[in-house]
């Protein structure tokens, strides 16, 4: 993940969302949105998918330890 936003310091802030794949009945009428709009109405701040350096641990091999 990537800080674009130029913002500094902590935020304890609320964000109501419905999660991916989550079914809501049919007849519900104050349904969250999805992460992404809940995001840029709620906070004003936009996800974007972007390229970019990451850091990465990559294990090749793992065995159980043997007793002493």
Known sequence: ????????????????????????????????????????EQLGLKLQPAKGPLQVLVVDHAEMPTEN
């Open 1 to 40: 993940m990537v800080d674009k936003t130029g913002l500094s310091g902590k935020y304890d802030l609320t964000l109501r969302w419905t999660p991916d794949g989550k079914t809501l009945a049919a007849d519900a009428t104050d349904v969250p949105p999805s992460i992404f709009t809940a995001v840029e």
